[in-house]
């Protein structure tokens, strides 16, 4: 599976969207990019997958570049219990597990 | 919405104890999983199941084991609690398929061996 590379952290603004980066130069094409997220405490929580196109749900925008090395999550208007880490994780789904590196801290302020 | 729920949310045991952690979904998923997390560490894989009576090897199964008889509970056994396994476990469940692979995962079980 590729390897990620995100930032350690991130400040966003209540109110204002957060965007999220992450590289994942070695992807390959049947590799899959995920999103989750943890909040302190509780389990990882999924937010979003794609593959080529830019997608969309209620919770998020992944938006992955045409190279498909880079792809960035947007949290269009972040509130507070937005605060966690977020991970991206490249998989091809076929093996079964995740690998989930350390991930970006996002913290929300008001 | 898929549930994953998981036996407790904190457990404290003592060394030498035989510790069983449970989890159910409820979402008829084929494929479960039992990850630890701790800090520096992320989340390491210790075993999977992708098929009732069926486990898998993860990362990390040295001292555990598991148990799978019905499709929906995955059990998670520290046959000997050592003071090395407190950490935070955690259950997840997905659906057999390939190409995708999103998980669930329950709340966690914040594990204390004394």
């Known amino acids: 599976d590729a390897k990620t590379t995100q930032p350690t952290s991130m400040d966003c603004a209540e109110g204002r969207a957060a965007n999220l980066p992450c590289n994942h130069s070695t992807i390959s094409g049947n590799e899959y990019v995920y999103w989750y997220r943890q909040i302190h405490s509780q389990g990882p929580q999924y937010i979003i997958h794609g593959l080529k196109n830019n997608e969309t749900n209620e919770m998020a925008s992944l938006i992955i570049t045409e190279d498909r090395k880079s792809s960035t999550l947007i949290l269009p208007h972040a509130t507070l219990r937005d605060t966690a880490v977020y991970y991206c994780?490249?998989?091809?789904?076929?093996?079964?597990?995740?690998?989930f590196g350390q991930g970006t801290t996002l913290q929300v302020k008001p | 919405d898929v549930k994953v729920t998981q036996s407790s949310r904190y457990l404290v045991k003592r060394t030498g104890e035989k510790v069983f952690l449970e989890c159910v979904q409820d979402?008829?998923?084929?494929?479960m999983f039992w990850y630890r997390q701790d800090p520096g560490l992320g989340l390491r894989l210790i075993y999977f199941?992708?098929?009732?009576?069926?486990?898998e090897k993860g990362d990390i199964p040295e001292g555990y084991s598991v148990s799978r008889e019905k499709k929906e509970r995955f059990s998670l056994i520290l046959e000997s609690a050592s003071t090395n396994q407190t950490s935070m476990y955690l259950c997840?469940?997905?659906?057999f398929g390939q190409g995708e692979e999103t998980q669930y995962f329950g709340p966690g079980t914040r594990l204390l061996v004394l």
């Open positions: 979402m008829d998923h084929e494929n």
């Open positions: 994780i490249a998989d091809s789904g076929n093996t079964g597990k995740l690998i």
């Open positions: 199941s992708y098929d009732v009576k069926m486990k």
């Open positions: 997840a469940s997905s659906l």
